[in-house]
């Protein structure tokens, strides 16, 4: 199958071009339980071998200004800052939101800003910055928190940002959060993560935010963050700081070279394709698996979503205990080729942090079993048909194996 035709800077009489395309467009037979099923992977052909080895040899293209150009068009606005990766998003983000520039509604040491309890790159930026998160639990369905909930937690004053995640690619409720954010004068940042392509109440995922932060991983060439803001100056700010000694570190990653920038821009002409793909791929596993919800809970998108899927959230109906543990499934799908990792639910459970470092509304009950009783599976572009069928037969053999014990004692 072949991508973005137009647009990709190739140089068509060339001998070396043609053998690169030929080679790049070779399809990789899959073979179940040899070939391995990543959980994030992109779609790769001849585009972006091209893009690449004409990078390499000094091709005039602008690919940064092709990339972005894509960026504005397909979101149809903001402004636009790419760094070495999602983590350095975060940081340079938090850091830009510290300067004086932004008056009161800057961040500073003591400062809070709502988030939720699987957040890790936000809250870890917030410490190095010395601002206090403030985590909110999650609905079990969604894994987003209720807008009810983050109003709540907002304490005038002292609350400066709502910044939301959207896990697996699930949208946030944007519109219902920009009208908390309006109406306490603070800002509404989110954390897209890989759902580059989802939509929110009929809008781009991202939109409704002052700030939005979008992965871009590549198994080839690693990760590339990606911020895009309403705002000139934070964008002015964020260009700044990746222009000084203090933040080239944080610009020079594998996100900012011109590789990886040649190979985002291929990947910008096969959006539509990727977003039809996750979409597909995710209703064939809930279709699939759904025979086994007795046991296992998905995740589901609210009613005003329309997420591009970067994975296939499943948790464990407790107690399960007794007959089999997520360890246990998880194990059992590496060894078939499967991959899987596990979901983070609430990122205090595993790493070390001072009391004084964040604060929590109410208990963290639906954060912490998440981050006992769930992982992911791919539902990527690169999967079809065939990988998705063999991922279900390998739930039936795991199910066949202890559906004696199964049967012995029913669901929560």
Known sequence: MRFGQS????????DLTNLILEYGDKVIPFIPGETFIS??????????????INSILGEDKNHLQSFTTKMFSYLGGGHVNI????????????????HDAFGGRGLKVGDEIITTANNVGVINAARMCGIIPVVVDVDLNTLLPSPVDIEAAIEEGKTKAIVLTSPNGNPTNGETIRGIADEFSIMYIEDVGCGFGGRSHTVPIGDFADIAIYSFSSNLLGDAGVIVSKSILFHKLVQRMMDT????????????????????????????YYISMRKLNWERLHTGLSKYDKWLRFQTGSEFAQPSWSGFLITLKAPHDYVFSRTQLMEFLTDR???????????????????NEYRTVGELMTSD????????????????????MYIISAFDEFFEKIGQKLNEKPQD
């Open 369 to 388: 079993y998440i981050h006992k009783n769930s992982f992911v599976v791919g539902c990527n572009a690169t999967m079809h048909e065939e990988h998705i």
């Open 7 to 14: 647009g990709t800077g190739r140089k068509v009489n060339s």
């Open 245 to 272: 000694d203090a933040g080239s570190h944080l610009a020079l990653g594998l996100g900012s070279n011109k590789m990886m920038l040649a190979y985002l821009d291929a990947q910008m002409d096969k959006i539509d």
């Open 39 to 52: 959980i994030d992977d992109s779609v790769s052909n001849g585009d972006e071998s091209v893009n690449l």
């Open 83 to 98: 760094v070495g990766s999602s983590t350095s998003a975060h940081i340079l983000t938090m850091k830009a939101l510290c």
């Open 337 to 355: 080729k499967i991959g899987c990792r596990r979901m983070v639910g609430n990122v205090f459970q595993s790493s070390p942090y001072n009391a």
